[in-house]
């Protein structure tokens, strides 16, 4: 009888630890959106063409279709400045990896470590970056980003512009307007 007396008491010890353990640690992903067709058209892991010198882009930055849409939908948009540009992997799994350094924010917190990405040879950037090589360490790049949850993972999905003070101030001016709406 005491042995059935001991195990009642080590449930019970049990249960009480359990139930006074606390909820279970958050992941980074937790309340962050996912990421869908919709973010991906718009936050594309990719740079515009006006970046590169090497490439045949029409019309002007910042007035493609998507623009405003991805000036509203991006959590920051940061003043990068790019400082190592590495080409890696073998030939069926070539891939950049960018190092960007923060400079300045144009909305949102700007980050204050510096921000790695990765494009993979599908994404339609590689090969304007593959002409481009090192000589893009040093340029300044606007780029629009915004976190998303992949799995219990956080995510940052970007999209990169050129910088100049006329796609600074309209970025200023949609956000004004935005406000404005509010």
């Not at 849409?69 to 990068?80: C, H």
């Not at 909305?107 to 893009?136: C, Q, V, Y």
């Amino acid at each position: 009888m005491s042995s059935f007396f001991g195990f009642v008491r080590l449930a019970t010890c049990a249960c009480l630890l359990v139930a006074c353990a606390g909820p279970p640690p958050k992941s980074a992903a937790d309340g962050l959106p996912d990421y869908g067709a919709e973010d991906a058209n718009l936050l594309d892991d990719g740079f515009s063409g006006h970046l590169f010198e090497t490439s045949f882009v029409p019309g002007r930055a910042g007035k493609d279709a998507n623009f405003e849409d991805r000036v509203r939908r991006a959590e920051g948009i940061w003043l990068v400045k790019v400082d190592t540009v590495s080409r890696e992997g073998g030939a069926k799994s070539q891939r950049y990896s960018l190092v960007l350094r923060p400079v300045a924010a144009l909305m949102g917190e700007l980050p204050h470590e510096p921000i790695s990405l990765t494009l993979s040879a599908k994404n339609p950037s590689f090969g304007w970056l593959d002409r481009m090589g090192g000589a893009w360490v040093g340029k300044e790049l606007l780029l629009f980003a915004r976190r998303y949850r992949e799995a219990d993972d956080a995510v940052l999905h970007f999209h990169g512009e050129p910088n100049s003070p006329e796609l600074r101030e309209e970025i200023g001016q949609i956000r004004r307007a935005a406000r404005a709406q509010k």
